[in-house]
């Protein structure tokens, strides 16, 4: 059959057009967005045969960019290829977003929530999304039919979003009921709430969704703890005119007692020392919650014991009222270190982190290993976060990975001040790097030793130092350094000027330390005015020699354990003065459920005469808080009636405190007890102070010491001492 000759020209034409090159783009009506901008969204170019199934996807793309109202294109036929023009109209760019009505959540607070900035080029669903998060917003925080509009005023490519609220149906609280409760008193129930019933002026019933949910998982709980282990809770919220009504909706379900307790699986161990771990008894009411940490025991024993992969079940038998224990233990295999594995540290060297892992190739992995390694890591202070966990290779070998996040910086410019009751108030210039490296020039961090310059002017001391130690020297657990410094006490009866270096050295073990500090010092005493003392210039060199047992769980922020630090000080290597300084210091931590108990033991002997900045003084923090400071022990009083605070050659000193974390192991709040005296010699121990009170302490991480404020009462103040203190050691950097 013959094509009719019009049909065939018909056909060449389209052909020719359709298979044809583009040999130029033309892309009109955009102001903002150039027009090499819009070529990278598209996958036409000049130079490639023209297809129009590809460019219609090309305006596709174009469109869900959300830049453009509109896009569209038309071809031109040139002798050689096809000349292609888009022509698009580009949404406005936003030039202001204005919030009205807004009065509970602030306009900077919407401008994050709404997500849209202005310099944005409009985008209708991104603004859709946007005022629904407002929305939500308003929900979250009882204000449930609050009302949100958005108008778009459009001019000369620029546009202003107008966002209307009107803040509404903020949810008081007039009325909680509960239906179903048969076994508890509503009474009961009521004071497991947060939310209350407004009653004003004191409470205001405001309702708050995340604070009702932990209202549902309180009741849930008290519930749990009763027997009640099939309890279930549902809830219903109305918003009415004068309020909303919560209802309670309760199925309380059986009460169970405690019946059989049986272990079943591979127990390895002796049965009768896995029971210890179990609170629940049998006949008692079933308590959920004895009975998760009853698992988290036994599991904990089997963990500490190298069996890192126990799984431990509960698996519920019911009888009747009564509900049968069986805890179901699969212990796996002990598991052993195959490697340790430093991950996340760009700056601190593998074997400062190493060194401080409790776990070596061939160890068995326990939880009290890895749990050390956590507090010796943190101890360092270089780390923001610490994760240490198992890598399983194979049956019974695993690495162990540590894996770190260091803080920004280690070293510390501090300029601030302080004050504190003994020594009134301290300006203070501080350096110091806690992660040094004094073989990793220019930056000197990585190596884990310690460099710090301080220089403090106060009312009542000068104190100029600098210290360096290396604590791993020659890459053992030796640590050696010096120290140079200059010091100057001036109390109201006499004056002392200290100019000293010392050099100190010490060798570690897993419990154990043994250091010594080898020291030269000469001392001026002047503006004396007490007659038992004389001034002048004196020189001393000594040796103190300490020796340190300590198993705490942490330096830093001990919850349990024992330290023990001894410290025998021999001046008489020349010099002017000729004694021996005797010092014991017990610090003694147990965790009392949310509480710890510290106890402190400071005992401290002087076998010969010495000056009395050489002296102890008793009384504020560190000895006996409800007294003034120093105030403790031997004085004179001359022919003016000034007391004159001599110190002595024995100190006793005993410190009880509980101590309660308000916020992780940065502050706490603490109640003590404080007994102890200063002693002209053994001969002469008769009463000792007692004192007792509460205060405050805050561990911030980069001061060196933490910021106390006691408020103590002396019982047994002398004559004309008030018996109530305040005593405050504090320092602030900027």
Known sequence: MKVPRILLLFLTINFSIFSANIIKINIKGNKNISYDRILTMIKTREGIEFDEKILKNDITILLKTGYFKDVKYYTEEKEDGIEL??????????????????????????????????????NEEKIINGIEKIRQEYNRIGYKTSQI??????????????????????????????????????????????????????????????????????????????????????????????????????????????????????????EDEIRKLILLKRGDVFSVKKNEESLKNIYKFYVE???????????????GDSLNVIYLIQPGTVYYTEEVKIKGNRITKDKVIRREVKLEPGDEITQEKIKKTFNNLRDTN???????????????????????????????????????????????????????????????????????????????????????????????????????YRYEITRYDWKAIS??????????????????????EKVELTDVDIPSEVEGIKRKNSITTYLTFSNLDSERFPTKGDKIKC??????????????????????????KNMIFHSRTLIGYIDNEVPIYERFFGGGIGTVRGYRERSLGPRIIDNQGIVHYLGGKVILAQNFEILYPLYKDIFYLIGFFDIGNVYEDWNNINELKKGFGAGIRVNVPFFGAPLEVYYGYGPDAEIGEPKRRVHIGMSFGF
């Not at 014991?305 to 009888?319: A, Q, W």
Request: net charge negative; with cysteine; aromatic share 12%.
């Open 499 to 520: 100019n000293g270096f010392d050099l100190r050295i010490g060798r570690r073990w897993e419990n154990f330390n043994i250091g010594f500090k080898l020291l030269t």
């Open 305 to 319: 014991k190298g069996y890192i992969r126990c799984n431990v079940e509960f698996i519920p038998e019911i009888r």
């Open 382 to 484: 270089y780390f923001e976060d610490i994760r240490i966990y198992p890598e399983f290779v194979e049956e019974g070998k695993a690495n162990i990975v540590v894996d770190v996040k260091e803080r920004e910086k280690t070293g510390i410019f501090l300029i601030g001040g302080g004050y504190s009751t003994l020594d009134k108030f301290i300006g203070m210039v501080s350096i110091q790097q806690t992660n040094f490296d004094i073989t990793n020039p220019p930056k000197f961090v990585g190596g884990g030793q310690n460099l710090s310059l301080l220089f403090e002017i106060g009312t009542t001391t000068k104190n100029y130092k600098f210290s360096f130690t290396e604590p791993y020297f020659l890459d053992r657990p030796i640590s050696l350094g010096p120290d140079i």
């Open 567 to 592: 410290g025998i000080e021999f001046a008489g290597l020349g010099g002017d003065l000729n004694f021996l300084k005797t010092t014991l210091e017990n610090n003694f931590y147990y965790p009392l």
């Open 149 to 270: 509009d958005y108008q778009v005023e459009e001019k000369e490519g620029k546009c202003i979003i107008n966002i209307s609220i009107i803040e509404k149906g903020k949810g008081y609280v007039q009325k909680i009921v509960f239906v179903g409760n048969n076994q508890v008193s509503e009474r009961n129930l009521r004071k497991l709430l947060k939310t209350k019933e407004r009653k004003m002026p004191f409470i205001r019933g405001i309702y708050k969704e995340d604070v009702f949910q932990e209202d549902i998982k309180r009741i849930k709980d008290y519930y749990n703890e009763r027997g009640f282990v099939e309890v279930k809770i549902e809830k219903e919220v109305e918003y009415k005119e004068d309020g909303i009504t919560i209802t309670f909706l309760i199925n309380e379900g059986k009460r169970y007692f405690t019946g059989e307790i049986k272990l079943e699986g591979d127990i390895i161990f002796n």
């Open 85 to 122: 023009n888009i022509e698009v109209e580009e949404n406005p760019v936003i030039e202001r977003i204005v919030f009205e009505g807004n009065k509970v959540l602030k306009t900077k607070k919407l401008r994050e929530i709404f997500d849209v900035k202005e310099g944005d080029v409009l």
